[in-house]
């Protein structure tokens, strides 16, 4: 024993007391070790991501319900929790293709469908921030390149989803170079480089109601030139 503690003898009205307080003790470790990924046997996850994972797991809901839509119902997104490793963090993201009735991870994909994946968890991001905020709505939503590596089907999909985002209220900005999509969309602010500099021009439909109200600042085909 310890300097200045002194020698209690166990006694049989102890023993109920200190089996008791060993339980209660080896309740407290076992708790311990599963919330901080310590459990022999077990994938060692942390409480911590524990918690993520279910967030995550929202995320994915959400997001699913776009990428079923743009990939025609070949691909879902899941955690990649079939691994079987037990250093597994249980937050890699893996994908299940229902062509083959198999999961993988997402690193598989193709480019293109690595963008419609990336887009589908964007929105998916977007709808839960929205349902956990109280409300508030994000309206704006700009979507910078990666059309490029879609074939004119996976194009149109992509597209359908980004114009009924559009048809619900929300602005949808897209950044590309690709002539497919450019003509597809009626309301367009074309960057034009040239050696002198780079202008601006503003496209709009004829009947927008955005030529009435800028009448007098921005007119359709006007060519602005910005620094």
């Known amino acids: 024993l310890a300097k200045g503690t002194a020698t209690v003898p166990i006694t049989d009205d102890l023993l109920p007391l200190l089996e008791e307080a060993d339980r209660e003790l080896e309740a407290a470790r076992e708790l311990a070790d599963a919330a901080n990924g310590r459990l022999a046997g077990r994938k060692k996850i942390a409480f911590e ?34 691994q079987t490793s037990l250093n597994d963090r249980g937050l890699e993201l893996g994908v299940v293709d229902h062509y083959t009735g198999k999961p993988r991870s997402a690193k598989t994909l193709s480019g293109g469908e690595s963008f419609k994946a990336s887009l589908a968890l964007a929105l998916g991001l977007s709808d839960v921030v929205q349902r956990r905020s109280g409300g508030e709505s994000v309206d704006t939503l700009f979507v910078d390149e990666g059309f490029g590596s879609l074939d004119s089907e996976s194009l149109s999909a992509a597209v359908g989803t980004l114009l009924s985002l559009a048809g619900n209220n929300r602005l949808v900005g897209v950044i590309s170079h690709v002539d497919e999509l450019k003509a597809g969309i009626d309301r367009r602010i074309v960057v034009h480089k040239t050696s002198r500099g780079s202008t601006v021009t503003v496209d709009l439909p004829p009947d927008s109601l955005c030529i009435a109200w800028c009448r007098e600042t921005i007119k359709p085909g006007a060519a602005l030139k910005y620094r």
């Open 49 to 82: 991501a524990y918690v993520q994972a279910a967030y995550f797991d929202e995320i994915l809901r959400a997001a699913n319900l776009r990428l079923r839509r743009m990939t025609g119902g070949r691909y879902e997104l899941v955690r990649n929790d079939f």
